[in-house]
């Protein structure tokens, strides 16, 4: 296990004080948040500034995370020292000291790391404690991963769930199990899958909560989906730009032939309808045109070139540049 | 001989297309509370069809934006007009990127 430095998470030195622990985290979180910056470290990042304020934003956790000492190093491995939280309170009860947000794949809240976790005890379900009478499970969220060709032919996946379950002695073990969940055919990336009564169970009788998947895409090297469309780009020679050809388009259904209408400038969008994402609704598929000019490299090409020039002598590539 | 295997993989309903959720069905599903849905329809971030609290039914839409909504104000210490004011700016800048990329 390595040590964390929460206080280098969170840029501050030892001594700082807790407005100024809280200012430097709300900050921080603004910045790295997973729902508005789009840095691609953006999830890690703010995971492990969540976690240095869930220790340094409580006093009695800070103390005694401080009671360890200050030389250890970010990285370093470690070990806490026997009864390194002797007279500190933050493990008793058994309840989750944090707020709510369950520690499922897929993540809310924070996913504590090992060090948090053999410090501080495991992150419950929020709401512990024991209610009485029966009590619906709570709805279990996950993230599901497909392939653009999943969305158009329909898919099983097998996905693993962990869910904090509560055991005899009231302490909260993280249980696996494993679901065959079918994919229809059309999802869309970022819709949700409901499958109801696969969240958590209830207890006393309670109905079991709800399973929601959220799917998301692998990204593709050819294709890119904007909601229910599609788009790839078709790159053409001039010749093929400039006198119209019929090409070969790549689809995620297979390869389509593709008119090119004559005098196609770069960046033409040609549709071919309904071969988008599948659905009620189906989407389109979009080819946008790029124009590749090949190398001059022989005699021949040269000259080609050379005719090509002489047959555009009024030819203004630049006009628009002109003031 | 034609034989068939069914499968036994489950199957669920989409959201966004098939479902429409209560208000108890989205306080569960985004663990929130009823109070925290009706200020997010008075402050106009979710629109359910219906008139009164309890035949309030939101469109599966919903159920990403509350959580996205619930996110926000849980990490960011955000009040409900802050979160819909930030809501309102994210969806601007998704619209945007996704015009710069067609």
């Known amino acids: 296990m390595k040590y964390k430095d929460y206080y280098e998470t969170l840029g501050l030195p030892r001594s700082a004080t807790q407005d100024e622990i809280k200012q430097a985290y709300r900050k921080l979180a603004r910045k790295y948040h997973p729902d508005v910056s789009k840095m691609a470290d953006a999830e890690s990042r ?169 799917i998301a895409f692998n990204p593709h090297p050819l294709f890119r989906v904007d909601g229910a469309d599609v788009y790839v780009e078709l790159p053409l020679a001039p010749w093929e730009a400039a006198l119209g050809a019929t090409v070969d388009v790549p689809t995620p259904e297979g390869t389509v032939q593709l008119t090119v209408p004559k005098g196609s400038a770069a960046g033409r969008k040609l549709r071919l309808k309904g071969r988008g994402l599948p659905g009620k609704n189906p989407g389109d598929l979009y080819a946008v045109l790029t124009i590749v000019v090949p190398k001059a490299e022989t005699d021949a090409q040269r000259a080609a070139f050379e005719d090509l020039a002489k047959a555009y002598p009024n030819f203004q590539s630049r006009a628009h540049l002109q003031q | 001989m034609n034989q068939r295997t069914i499968s036994s993989a489950l199957r669920g309903s989409v959201v966004e297309e098939d479902v429409e959720l209560t208000t108890v069905e989205l306080c569960r599903a985004c663990q929130t509370s009823e109070q925290q849905i009706e200020l997010w329809v008075f402050e106009g971030v979710l629109q359910p069809r219906g008139t009164s609290r309890e035949s309030w039914r939101f469109s599966g839409d919903s159920l990403a934006r509350m959580r996205l909504a619930t996110r926000l104000t849980r990490d960011l210490e955000l009040n409900t007009p802050g979160v819909a004011l930030a809501l309102d700016l994210l969806d601007r800048i998704a619209e945007l990127e996704s015009r710069l990329a067609r």
Not at chain 1, 64 to 91: K, L, T, V
Not at chain 1, 105 to 133: C, M, N, V
Not at chain 1, 138 to 163: F, P, S
Not at chain 1, 181 to 198: C, E, S
């Open chain 1, 46 to 214: 703010f995971k492990e500034i969540n976690e240095a304020n869930e220790v340094l934003k409580d006093p009695e956790k800070r103390a005694a995370y401080d009671q360890m000492g200050s030389n250890w190093r970010a990285g370093q491995e470690f070990q806490p020292p026997p009864n390194w939280d002797a007279g500190f309170e933050f493990r008793s009860g058994g309840a989750s000291p944090f707020g709510s947000g369950g520690p499922f794949a897929g993540g809310e809240g924070f996913d504590a790391s090992d060090f948090f976790e053999t410090l501080f005890g495991r992150r419950g379900t929020g709401g512990a404690g024991r209610r009485r009478g029966s009590v619906a499970g709570e709805d279990h969220h996950a993230k599901v991963l497909i392939d653009l060709g999943d969305a158009y032919r329909g898919a099983e996946r097998t996905i693993t769930l962990r869910a904090p379950v509560e055991g005899p002695d009231g302490r909260i073990a993280l249980q696996e199990r494993t679901l065959d969940v079918h994919i229809p055919k059309g999802i869309r990336p970022g819709q949700h899958l409901r499958l109801a009564g696969q969240g958590n169970a209830g207890s006393d009788g309670g109905r079991a909560g709800d399973l929601y998947l959220e």
